[in-house]
């Protein structure tokens, strides 16, 4: 149940014990209805209670002419079918802009790319820039969107090399790259999520990552596939960090996504001195799936992040604030200036936030240092971005404040809409 007003207030939870099955992850699904729109034949994609940005692929797909329905509940069947020109509205998601930009590349039509006020402010000349290399047409609006993208059918295959590990710059580029006739190369100054690499080969696509560079040989298509989508690891963090933090804990989640890529948060729990454990039951897709358990009622130890083991704890990075938070000794995090350019500048909203409720917090150009101070109650400005919103409900259930007075629960609804079911579930 969403809280009917979207002002919500959050108090320390008795205990957190249960087991959950968790969104769809939504790295996996754009991806998957992107490329199923790709394939040439119908696809199959299983999954329950997607997130409003995967809602948001699936509508600037339908917009581009491919058919898509849910055949029956969780249940979506794709077929591709030729792009037309339109004018696409990604909402709140980054990830469709980007990765939708790159297939537009390889196509011969114009689309114009919009989205919230949100994504308007989120810089998108870094990915134009990389697809005009192509020979796309793509402009922005200072930088932003709206953006407009003029693809060819033949792009040019390109060498690139990134100046930060972004899976959706490199993902954006290997999209462009199925049209283009050769190799394209994409080199990341570090490792990031590989779900392009393993999806695409999962789908008979020659692409190989391999000493920090993707290699991918086109033309290609992705083959026709059924896919089901596990759980999200990143909504799977908000347990860990809150199970972690409480004396009384113990949650279960299973078909869940362990994917190594998105797993940074459970190893940086674990060097915290949190007991989770992982297990694999299913490997017969392209991404590793199974179970993960937290418990809870140990100190945790003050820690250090920085360099490239910031890429795959990206999303993880307002939750690990919040560990950061219930700790005597300081803790840093370093080389995470990206966080300022996502759904809001989550290290300006952390700050903020962390201050509200009584941690000791000391803003960085590119991070933070954070220590336990005296919880308190306190008003957290969420900008509208989901993982704040999370990230905060998780501070006041932990006990990392004494109440929390969040402006806008909904906005969970982007990545997690069942959040706060499960919040009620695990804390009843
Ligand atoms: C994503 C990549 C990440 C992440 C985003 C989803 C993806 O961004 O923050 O939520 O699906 O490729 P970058 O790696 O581009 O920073």
Redesign the pocket.
Known sequence: MTPASTATTLRPAARLRGTLTLPPD??IA??AFIFAALSGGPSTVTMATPGRDVLSTIACLRELGVEIDEASPGRWEIRSRPMRHATLDCGNS??TM??LAGMLAGLPLRATLDGDASLRARPMERVAELLRRTGAEVATTDGHAPMTVVGRASPAPTVIDLS????????ACALAGLAATGETLITTPGP??D??ERMLAWMGVPIRRAGGTTTLTGPARPRAFELAVPGDP?AASAWLVAAALHADAEIRMEGVGLNPTRLGLVGLLQRMGVEIETRITDVAGPEPIGEVVVRGGRPLEAVNIGGAEV?EL??ELPLVAVAMASVAEASELHDAS?LRV?ETDRIGAMVEGLRAIGANVEELDDGWRVSRGTPSAGAIRTHGDHRIAIAFAVAATAGIATEVELDDADCAAVSYPTFWDDLAAVTR
Do not use: C, F, W
Request: net charge positive.
């Open positions: 939504k790295s754009h991806r980054g990830t980007r990765l930060v590990s972004s899976a959706q710059l490199l993902g990031t999520r779900h392009t990143s890429a990206i999303d990206e996502k």
